[in-house]
């Protein structure tokens, strides 16, 4: 399995940003894709997920009235749409896969991307 997160960039504070997560190899029919981001000096954190054979979401408190994640079956794709942007969602932002869909986690991912670089400023 591979993911390659994209998209990133320098922004504005008030900005929205769309982040991409190009899927593929053999991911089987369940599984959930997830966002986390890791600012500098910090853990990483969960962002949102999506479970891609049942499309349920979950957001992390920090991001649910701002962000939205979705998927595109046909292109094996997830996004992250990123508005109202704050200087402390400066980070950098991962996607990974967990191998079921059947609950939308937020830990125990298994396969993960390089990060692509978000930087607010305010």
């Known amino acids: 399995v591979q993911l390659q997160a994209s998209g990133g960039g320098p922004v504005q504070a008030g900005d929205s940003l769309s982040l991409s997560c190009a899927v593929s190899?053999?991911?089987?029919?369940?599984?959930?894709v997830g966002w986390f981001r890791q600012a500098p000096g910090k853990e990483r954190d969960f962002v949102a997920a999506i479970s891609w054979n049942t499309g349920s979401t979950r957001y992390a408190a920090s991001v649910e009235d701002r962000f939205t994640i979705s998927r595109d079956n046909a292109n094996s794709a997830v996004y992250l749409r990123m508005n109202r942007l704050k200087s402390e969602d400066t980070a950098v932002y991962h996607c990974?896969?967990?191998?079921?869909?059947?609950?939308?986690?937020?830990?125990?991912?298994?396969?993960w991307g390089q990060g692509t670089l978000v930087t607010v400023s305010s």
């Open positions: 190899g053999r991911t089987g029919s369940s599984y959930t």
């Open positions: 990974a896969l967990h191998p079921t869909g059947r609950f939308v986690a937020t830990e125990g991912y298994r396969y």
